[in-house]
């Protein structure tokens, strides 16, 4: 069992930049993937960037390439979003989620969500 939860969200001008932070309870945090998903009013969630159990493999969505970077920690069971370059689209609930390295919404792990609110 992994409880997360995400924190570093919160209003931002457009071209500025957030770092989110998922921390992660439990031993087995280094046996999973890391995923961070966001959902805006109205849309699907949406996949943005996953890191390998062992942080030596990543994908990003296509949306965010150069300029979102995932991280890990596991030493501090905590996995991270450094989001620059923010846009207006940017805007959304973010979670963090534990499981498969996979670029889908099927993880067994979730965070409650953090807002990111971009300004432009």
């Known amino acids: 069992q992994v409880q997360l939860v995400e924190s570093g969200g919160g209003l931002v001008q457009a071209g500025g930049s957030l770092r989110l932070s998922c921390a992660a309870s439990g031993r087995t945090f280094s046996r999973y993937a890391l995923g961070w998903f966001r959902q805006a009013p109205g849309k699907e969630r949406e996949f943005v960037a996953v890191i390998s159990a062992s942080g030596g493999h990543t994908v990003d969505a296509d949306s965010v390439k150069g300029r979102f970077t995932i991280s890990r920690d596991n030493a501090k069971n905590t996995g991270y979003l450094q989001m620059n370059s923010l846009r207006a689209e940017d805007t959304a609930v973010y979670y963090c989620?534990?499981?498969?390295?996979?670029?889908?919404?099927?993880?067994?792990?979730w965070g409650q969500g953090t807002q990111v609110t971009v300004s432009s």
């Open positions: 989620a534990a499981g498969p390295f996979v670029v889908g919404l099927n993880y067994p792990y």
